[in-house]
């Protein structure tokens, strides 16, 4: 399965200020998906990032909000703009397996993100 | 409105003995179902999964039953060991889709195995 590595695996941010999210795969992958896990809840997809076309959220999540760039097939960034508290969560990037695993998903170790 | 449901926050379980992980679902459409598990600072990592044509997968101590008239499924892991102490997650997708979906997940078992 794919490696992923993802940057920063922690920051505290301060209300009010931006942070981008870094993932980088160790292979070409089409399809990059991003989550969010606030403390106590489930992994929520955010949005799918595809190369060479705009990010496609999920109800609730925007792009002003959170803009995802994907300029090739082993990157992309996740942007928090804007942060309050309630976007204190892990991010965690993950992509699809190939051939017999492309059902799964195979996911980095996450960016906890403080923000106070 | 929450698809895929894990009622139970927590699990403790001797080692040794069986630990029986929980989850329901609500939307029909899904039709491929992940146990990850997840271990504090990392990312989760895929355990076992089945599809909603089996009612059973296996995987040497790790088994996953399908009971799609209830829609519910469950996790057994026999015997249990305390590496096996990490958070689980449930999870479903719709394979008809293509894969292009990301996956929809549960909140998550904590299983605690006890020496």
């Known amino acids: 399965s794919a490696v992923i590595s993802q940057k920063p695996s922690r920051d505290i941010c301060q209300r009010g200020t931006s942070l981008t999210i870094q993932c980088q795969v160790d292979s070409q992958v089409t399809m990059m998906f991003w989550y969010r896990q606030q403390p106590g809840q489930s992994l929520t997809l955010i949005a799918t990032?595809?190369?060479?076309?705009?990010?496609?959220?999920e109800s609730g999540f925007v792009i002003d909000k959170f803009p995802i760039s994907r300029p090739n097939l082993t990157f992309s960034t996740l942007t928090v703009s804007n942060m309050s508290p309630e976007d204190s969560s892990i991010y965690l990037c993950s992509v699809r397996g190939q051939g017999a695993g492309a059902n799964v998903l195979t996911f980095g170790a996450g960016s906890r993100l403080t923000v106070l | 409105d929450q698809q895929v449901k894990q009622n139970s926050p927590s699990l403790s379980v001797q080692e040794g003995r069986i630990s029986i992980l929980n989850c329901d679902y609500t939307n029909s459409m899904f039709d491929y179902f992940l146990w990850y598990k997840k271990y504090p600072a990392e990312g989760p990592t895929f355990l076992i999964s089945i599809s909603s044509i089996k009612d059973k997968n296996e995987d040497g101590r790790f088994t996953v039953f399908l009971n799609k008239s209830a829609k519910h499924l469950s996790l057994h892991i026999v015997p249990s060991q305390p590496g096996d102490s990490a958070v689980y997650f449930c999870?479903?997708?719709?394979?008809?889709?293509?894969?292009?979906?990301?996956?929809?997940f549960g909140k998550g078992t904590h299983l605690i195995i006890q020496p």
């Open positions: 999870a479903a997708s719709v394979l008809g889709k293509g894969g292009a979906d990301g996956l929809t």
């Open positions: 990032a595809n190369q060479g076309s705009e990010a496609t959220y």
